[in-house]
């Protein structure tokens, strides 16, 4: 409004002085035709006493006309001085007008600058994912460097506006609310784009976090089908490579678990610095202490297995070597243990208690001999039998057993008699 009004006041000063100048300059013409008409007309020279005094009357009514033209003159004088003084004013005015306009042309360009700006500060997206997230903040970094290089131009906008305020004082009201107007604008810009900011830091907290969440639960899962793994080796050399492979998927767990602890702290601090999303990011946490700790359970048992695995292979060699040698006592030394069993057994059972006091020593050193003899036996035949029961279990051998249960009953019969003795 107050610039169509200055607008208007312009014009209507502009007619007034094309009005006067019309005026004077019709003024003027009239008179410069009067002098040409006169300065023609006294050319003339009369040729007789009547033609001079003719001359004569008109001369006096020339002198006439100029005496009363005079001061039409000297107004017309001081009214081209006083358009000459108008121009001048004019020209310095339109220069401060030029000058203030120009001042707002460029807080005009600034300002829609800004408003490009505030729509692009105005959008909801966040960002997807880590690699959008960075790409938003590179351009918002952008931004704020240039909001950072209004700092001189709103300097100078101000100290021009200051200046044109005292060297226009009908100016001053218009050129106050021109800088107030701008540099609301640039506040609320400002407060936008660090609102902005903050929410981008957030995004980008949040995604660094689901990037590293997504990276460790692809590690367990993959972990996991290594250590559920249900490959068992068939020999000893191969389950002690199983079991040292599965020992050495250990030793890389353990060098996860600082990536685990560290992705829990990350986000208990995005949680205790009330994140946007603390709700997801807890869940996200539960999800992570539960896989690792069902990984740690797969790894236990699948060790326990491994290792039971590798006593059964070792139990079962040693188990086939035994078998072997029973096998092979049976054969041999059975028949020979029988045949010593029953001379022993009959004499001791010939032994005359009756002898005479010089025989006892040397029948308690055969004794004791026997004794001892019947002892190894013992140990070797209760050996057999412990053996030949377990074989029993998995090979078809029970034709060995009538001959152990015989052995170890006739061992027994042969004892009898010297314990008696």
């Known amino acids: 409004m107050l610039t169509h009004w200055l607008a208007k006041q312009y014009l209507l000063k502009k007619l007034e002085e094309a009005c006067k100048s019309f005026k004077v300059l019709r003024d003027a013409n009239a008179l410069a035709e009067s002098i040409q008409k006169t300065v023609v007309a006294e050319r003339k020279i009369g040729t007789n006493l009547k033609d001079l005094e003719a001359l004569s009357r008109n001369l006096g009514v020339f002198e006439g006309n100029l005496n009363a033209n005079e001061i039409r003159m000297k107004e017309m004088n001081k009214i081209g001085k006083w358009q000459s003084l108008e121009?001048?004013?004019?020209?310095?005015?339109?220069?401060?007008?030029?000058?203030?306009?120009?001042?707002?042309?460029?807080?005009?360009?600034?300002?829609?600058?800004?408003?490009?700006?505030?729509?692009?500060?105005?959008?909801?997206?966040?960002?997807?994912?880590?690699?959008s997230v960075q790409t938003l903040l590179r351009k918002h970094d952008s931004l704020?460097?240039?909001?950072?290089?209004?700092?001189?131009?709103?300097k100078s906008f101000e100290e021009e506006a200051n200046r044109l305020s005292l060297s226009h004082p009908e100016e001053a009201g218009y050129i106050t609310e021109l800088n107030r107007k701008f540099n609301e604008q640039l506040e609320k810009i400002t407060t936008k784009a660090s609102c902005r900011k903050a929410k981008l830091i957030s995004s980008y907290e949040y995604q660094q976090f689901m990037a590293e969440y997504h990276d460790l639960m692809q590690y367990i899962s993959t972990m996991m089908n290594v250590v559920s793994s249900q490959e068992l080796a068939n020999d000893v050399v191969g389950a002690e490579k199983l079991l040292d492979r599965h020992r050495?998927?250990?030793?890389?767990?353990?060098?996860?678990?600082?990536?685990?602890?560290?992705?829990?702290?990350?986000?208990?601090?995005?949680?205790?610095?009330?994140?946007?999303?603390?709700?997801?990011?807890?869940?996200?946490l539960n999800n992570v202490d539960a896989a690792w700790k069902l990984l740690d359970e797969i790894w236990v048992a699948r060790n326990?297995?491994?290792?039971?695995?590798?006593?059964?292979?070792?139990?079962?060699?040693?188990?086939?070597?035994?078998?072997?040698?029973?096998?092979?006592?049976?054969?041999?030394?059975?028949?020979?243990?029988?045949?010593?069993?029953t001379a022993h057994q009959a004499s001791i059972a010939d032994v005359n208690v009756n002898v005479a006091v010089e025989n006892m020593i040397s029948l308690v050193s055969k004794y004791e001999e026997l004794s001892n003899a019947i002892h190894n036996q013992q140990e070797k035949i209760n050996?057999?039998?412990?053996?030949?029961?377990?074989?029993?279990?998995?090979?078809?051998?029970?034709?060995?057993?009538?001959?152990?249960?015989?052995?170890s009953h006739t061992h027994a019969v042969a004892a009898k008699p010297s314990s008696s003795d």
């Open 87 to 131: 121009k001048l004013s004019e020209q310095r005015e339109s220069f401060h007008c030029s000058e203030v306009q120009r001042l707002r042309r460029k807080m005009k360009s600034v300002e829609n600058e800004l408003h490009r700006k505030e729509e692009h500060l105005s959008l909801e997206d966040l960002g997807y994912d880590l690699k």
């Open 144 to 154: 704020e460097m240039f909001l950072a290089g209004l700092g001189e131009k709103v």
């Open 248 to 284: 050495e998927s250990r030793t890389k767990m353990f060098s996860h678990i600082s990536i685990v602890h560290t992705l829990e702290q990350f986000g208990k601090r995005l949680v205790t610095n009330n994140h946007y999303a603390s709700e997801h990011i807890s869940i996200y």
């Open 304 to 341: 326990r297995k491994l290792e039971q695995r590798l006593d059964f292979i070792l139990f079962e060699a040693n188990f086939v070597t035994v078998c072997s040698l029973v096998v092979a006592y049976y054969f041999v030394f059975t028949p020979l243990a029988d045949s010593w069993l």
């Open 383 to 407: 050996g057999l039998m412990i053996i030949q029961i377990s074989a029993c279990f998995y090979y078809s051998v029970d034709c060995l057993l009538p001959q152990v249960e015989t052995g």
